[in-house]
């Protein structure tokens, strides 16, 4: 059952896939609305090839390939220079912390330290919290008749949620997220490093507050890691902790701004999503694999290798681009489709794959399922404003930067 469609199948425009992907660039704010088409013509033709962008990358966007990149870290180290997470904040990459693009034992230990917080259970018992801080947020709107729900939504929520995984109180919460939106949303580099430091000032109080009085959230666990043998460094906890509420923030809120673009454009899709839990949950997952809200993160080769049959050395840089390993043609037969009856026989890489494969995953599906549920009762009628320009994004992070919309008011 095919309940909605997407884009159009990627046309393939004629142009030799290799010069596609040799003036690609994912940072690239003019590709957003066509990337995928793109993607796909390069990943048709050749799945593993070289750009003569950003400095020189390998671009990888087939499937098998990408996740043979993922799982294989003996070869492709998870650090990388200028592509991947830091690119988020792309003059700021100091601010990369030290999991996300680390490798091997130091990876694993950080890793094992912080699983305990995001299980399925930990996840489940944030709901109560997640509907709470949407139906605030909604109240505010609802006097409203228009509104941009990108900036007065999506990116509302998951800061305050991640904020509570962490162990901030309510108040410190407003702070938090005020700080990192601040940091995250700086348009020059004078503006990011005063942002930043005034955010990274704000975090190391807490940081020693939780040193001092450690609690059973996530700061204190982390305050109180032992890494390679050693305590964790004050600069080390204020990366992580970076880390954290942007992994936990971006991509909620821009998967959330997205997936409220797919139904505000599919009425069925949407009437169903709103009646039924199970259908909600396919939705939140096929968004994933569709749209995957982290498109694309980088690798480093570390040894004489080949991927895809392309021979590589060390040093070269890899972009693995999760979204078009999801719309494959030699995996699933109808990629650039929207469908909520996906067999799952092939595991979608909108998580990631191998062994940093997203820890946040369980919370941010229940996040978005919450997210949404409220919206769409909270906010009758709504629609996008006739005319208003969705402006959508693509880089690290695909999603939503304007998402102007109209309701009926109450
Ligand atoms: C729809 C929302 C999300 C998507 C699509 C997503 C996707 C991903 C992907 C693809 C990766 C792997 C990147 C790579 O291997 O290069 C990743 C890693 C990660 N994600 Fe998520 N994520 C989401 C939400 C979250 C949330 C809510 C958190 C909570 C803090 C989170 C925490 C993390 C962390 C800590 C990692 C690094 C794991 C590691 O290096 O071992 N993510 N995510």
């Not at 390998?58 to 870290?73: M, P």
């Not at 954290?244 to 998967?255: C, E, S």
């Not at 169903?272 to 199970?278: G, I, P, R, S």
């Not at 994004?393 to 304007?402: D, E, L, N, P, Q």
Request: net charge negative; with cysteine.
């Amino acid at each position: 059952m095919v309940l909605q469609t997407g884009g159009a199948a990627a046309q393939d425009s004629g142009t030799d896939p290799r010069d596609l992907a040799w003036s690609f660039s994912h940072l690239d704010p003019a590709i957003a609305e066509t990337a995928y088409d793109t993607l796909g013509a390069i990943r048709r033709g050749c799945p593993v090839a070289r750009s003569g962008e950003l400095d020189g990358f390998v671009l990888v966007t087939g499937y098998d390939e990408i996740r043979e990149a993922a799982r294989a870290s003996d070869r492709f180290s998870a650090h990388v220079d200028g592509l991947g997470a830091a690119a988020v904040v792309t003059e700021m990459r100091e601010a990369v912390a030290p999991m996300f693009e680390t490798d091997e034992e130091h990876h694993h230990q950080w890793r094992r330290l912080l699983q305990d917080f995001f299980t399925p259970a930990v996840a489940a018992e944030q709901e109560q919290y997640v509907r709470a801080v949407c139906r605030e947020v909604l109240q505010e709107l609802i006097p409203r008749s228009e509104a941009d729900l990108a900036e007065a939504y999506t990116q509302q929520v998951p800061p305050l949620v991640i904020g509570r995984v962490l162990g901030f109180t309510e108040l410190e919460r407003a702070w938090l997220s005020e700080h990192a939106r601040a940091f995250y949303g700086a348009e020059t580099l004078t503006e990011a490093r005063q942002a930043g430091q005034i955010y990274a000032d704000f975090l190391l109080e807490h940081i020693h507050e939780s040193r001092a009085h450690p609690n059973r959230d996530l700061l204190s666990q982390m305050v109180f890691s032992e890494v390679d043998g050693r305590a964790a460094r004050d600069d080390e906890l204020v990366k992580m902790t970076m880390l954290m509420v942007a992994a936990g923030h971006l991509t909620t809120a821009d998967a959330c701004a997205t997936a409220i673009l797919v139904l505000l454009e599919n009425p069925v899709l949407r009437e169903l999503v709103a009646a039924e839990a199970a259908a909600l949950e396919a939705f939140v997952e096929e968004l994933v694999r569709y749209e995957p809200a982290v498109a694309a993160t980088g690798r480093t080769v570390t040894t004489e290798t080949e991927l895809g049959g392309v021979p590589l050395s060390p040093g070269d840089r890899l972009l693995l681009a999760w979204g078009s390993a999801n719309r494959d043609e030699r995996v699933f037969a109808d990629g650039d489709v929207f469908r909520l009856d996906r067999d799952g026989a092939a595991p979608h890489l909108g998580w990631g794959a191998g062994e940093h494969r997203c820890l946040g995953r369980h919370l941010a599906r229940v996040e978005l399922r919450v997210m949404l549920t409220e919206l769409l009762r909270a906010l009758p009628g709504l629609r996008l404003q006739s005319g208003a320009a969705v402006r959508r994004t693509f880089g690290v992070i695909r999603g939503v930067a304007a998402l102007p919309v109209q309701w009926e008011r109450r």
